[in-house]
């Protein structure tokens, strides 16, 4: 699969003190042991801020030449992880990256930060 699942392991609530685990480590875990226990091949990157803070936890899903989708607001659960990698199997089967609405996951039909075209710029 070429769609990447970019995961920021740093998103915690203001509340929670900084000598406990956060919940955006949490969640990358989870989507990793996911993936490894369905066989999935899926890179699975863990980031240390994407500026999503106010709506932890944040995730995002981008492949070359596809729109990319940055998420938050996500639980740190076994159901957002599951729901992440359907987005992801979603996204990498599109063409273009774009992902209407009402076809993806429940959880990643809101808390979205960032909806963003693919560079038009040749590398």
């Given at each position: 699969?070429?769609?990447?699942?970019?995961?920021?392991v740093?998103?915690?609530?203001?509340?929670?003190?900084?000598?406990?685990?956060?919940?955006?480590?949490?969640?990358?875990?989870?989507?990793?042991?996911?993936?490894?226990?369905?066989?999935?091949?899926?890179?699975?990157?863990?980031?240390?801020?994407?500026?999503?803070?106010?709506?932890?936890?944040t995730?995002?899903?981008?492949?070359?030449?596809?729109?990319?989708?940055?998420?938050?607001?996500?639980?740190?659960?076994?159901?957002?992880?599951?729901?992440?990698l359907?987005?992801?199997?979603?996204?990498?089967?599109?063409?273009d990256?774009?992902?209407?609405?009402?076809a993806?996951?429940?959880?990643?039909?809101?808390?979205?930060l960032?909806?963003?075209?693919?560079?038009?710029?040749?590398?």
């Amino acid at each position: 699969m070429t769609t990447e699942i970019l995961v920021c392991v740093l998103c915690r609530p203001p509340e929670l003190p900084r000598d406990q685990p956060s919940p955006g480590r949490a969640l990358f875990e989870a989507i990793e042991n996911i993936a490894l226990r369905d066989d999935l091949h899926i890179p699975i990157r863990p980031v240390d801020c994407m500026s999503g803070c106010r709506r932890h936890c944040t995730v995002a899903l981008q492949a070359p030449g596809k729109t990319t989708y940055m998420f938050g607001d996500l639980p740190a659960d076994e159901e957002s992880a599951e729901q992440v990698l359907a987005c992801a199997a979603l996204h990498h089967a599109s063409a273009d990256g774009f992902m209407a609405r009402e076809a993806r996951p429940e959880r990643l039909r809101e808390g979205i930060l960032a909806r963003l075209p693919a560079p038009t710029i040749p590398r």
